[in-house]
């Protein structure tokens, strides 16, 4: 059985075993504590009975009138507790959080092209490619820069579905300008 719990900070010593992954980024611990003040609702994680901490999802809200929205920063799964629906799981609620109380337009988030697994997976649940922002993961230094797909989800606000387009893997931005 499966909880769904809010993230707090002495939980960032018990999440090892969800960040040894190559595909899932570890931030400097001041990054997680800036989310835990920011958007303490937006940050949770599933724990199994024994009280150990099997995946988590870190997202914010950002923008400003239709590009209000609900932003996926981190979603991971241990290895030993994939396959079984808790990213699925985690992902509802960030949705259901973003419409009631943040009334967003839609929720995205960033992940490697290459990343087909994940990307695959987001299409599942409705995301579509909006853009593709051309060398937004540089790597460290000496290793090639990869390019990310801005993938978005329209919610129940954003009725003219403005949020999404079609061919969004053609539309190629460079990163600064998606932080405008
Ligand atoms: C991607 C990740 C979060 C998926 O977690 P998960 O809990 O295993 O995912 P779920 O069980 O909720 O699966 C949801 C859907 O994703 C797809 N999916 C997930 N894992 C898959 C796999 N190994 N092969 C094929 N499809 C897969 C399936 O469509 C699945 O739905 P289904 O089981 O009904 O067919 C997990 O593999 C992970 O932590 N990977 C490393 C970090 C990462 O890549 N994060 C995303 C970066 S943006």
């Known amino acids: 059985m499966t909880s769904l719990k809010p993230f707090h900070a002495p939980d960032l010593f018990k999440a ?18 800036s989310y835990l003040v920011h958007w303490p609702t937006l940050f949770f994680s599933t724990v199994n009975p024994s009280g150990d901490i099997t995946g988590y999802l ?6 400003t009138g239709p590009e209000w929205h609900g932003h996926v920063t981190c979603v991971s799964v241990a290895a030993n507790y994939r396959r079984i629906g808790l990213a699925g799981c985690l992902a509802e609620n960030l949705e259901r ?4 109380p943040y009334d967003a337009y839609f929720i995205d988030l960033f992940v490697r092209s290459t990343n087909t697994l994940a990307i695959n997976m ?13 060398d937004y993961y540089t790597g460290d230094p000496g290793m090639k820069s990869e390019d ?12 003219d579905r403005k949020s999404v387009r079609e061919n969004g893997e053609n539309v190629r931005v460079r990163p600064e300008e998606v932080y405008l």
């Open 16 to 33: 090892n075993a969800v960040n040894l992954d190559v595909l899932t980024e570890n931030y400097h611990i001041s990054f997680y504590l």
């Open 58 to 63: 870190m997202g914010k809200t950002e923008g």
């Open 97 to 100: 959080r973003s419409e009631d």
């Open 122 to 134: 987001y299409k599942h649940w409705g995301y579509s490619v909006y853009r593709r922002v051309v």
């Open 148 to 159: 990310a797909f801005d993938m978005r989800k329209p919610l129940k606000r954003d009725v």
